[in-house]
């Protein structure tokens, strides 16, 4: 009963650095988000997915990027990490057609030093 | 574009006390409305949600009732326990003629805390 798995949970990275966060979700959802949580500014979408090979940009897409490569799994790459990225990022699935509720992950929280 | 607006936090409260928290949202069109909770150093989970005006929302004791004359989706419990202590946020998802996607816009979230 995985849902949304997020790895890595924690990660601490120097300013410039590259990483890749990964999302996981088994339950055959079309839909896939990623958002960033920041204290007093609740979430806001990064980038989104609509199916398997797709990528639409959300409302703070700059200095990210994704994938969707195949329908399970929704990559949110940092190309060169700044501090102003340093925040908790959620993945997000839903079936689609509709205004389905989403489903989350646990989070990853992200430093930039 | 859409927004939602949640009342400010944090808010504290005895156990058995009466909550109400508020939001409010602009959008066009129909959108659907949520309620997410989150638990400490845990994801949102969807409490409750209204997807029509004067739709009903409840799960766990919380009710929403989606106002389009208000456009307003308040949140309420007659008691709150000790176990009700999260962050709770408001969100809409816009329909916009079918192209929405479903995507969430959130209010910033408020704190509650209760107390035994």
């Known amino acids: 009963n995985a849902g949304v798995t997020q790895t890595p949970k924690f990660r601490v990275l120097k300013t410039g650095q590259s990483m890749t966060l990964l999302c996981a979700q088994d339950?055959?959802?079309?839909?896939m988000y990623w958002y960033r949580q920041d204290p007093g500014m609740g979430l806001r979408l990064i980038h989104y997915?609509?199916?398997?090979?797709?990528?639409a940009k959300g409302e703070v897409p700059d200095g990210y990027n994704v994938s969707r490569l195949k329908k399970q799994n929704f990559l949110l790459g940092l190309e060169s990490a700044a501090p102003s990225q340093t925040s908790v990022y959620f993945c997000?699935?839903?079936?689609?057609?509709?205004?389905?509720?989403?489903?989350f992950g646990d989070g990853t929280r992200l430093s930039i030093l | 574009g859409d927004s939602v607006t949640q009342m400010e936090g944090p808010v504290t409260l005895s156990e058995e006390a009466f909550l109400t928290i508020n939001c409010t949202y602009t959008?066009?069109?129909?959108?659907?409305l949520f309620w997410y909770v989150q638990y400490p150093g845990e994801g949102l989970q969807l409490l409750l949600k209204a997807t029509k005006a004067d739709d009903k929302g409840s799960n766990k004791g919380f009710e929403a009732t989606y106002r389009k004359e208000t456009t307003s989706f308040h949140l309420e419990k007659g008691s709150v326990q000790v176990s009700d202590s999260a962050v709770y946020f408001c969100a809409l998802s816009g329909w916009a003629g079918g192209t929405s996607y479903g995507k969430l816009t959130f209010g910033q979230g408020t704190i509650l805390t209760v107390h035994p």
């Open positions: 339950m055959n959802h079309e839909y």
């Open positions: 959008a066009t069109g129909y959108p659907s």
């Open positions: 997915s609509v199916g398997e090979g797709t990528t």
């Open positions: 997000a699935s839903s079936p689609g057609k509709g205004n389905q509720p989403q489903h």
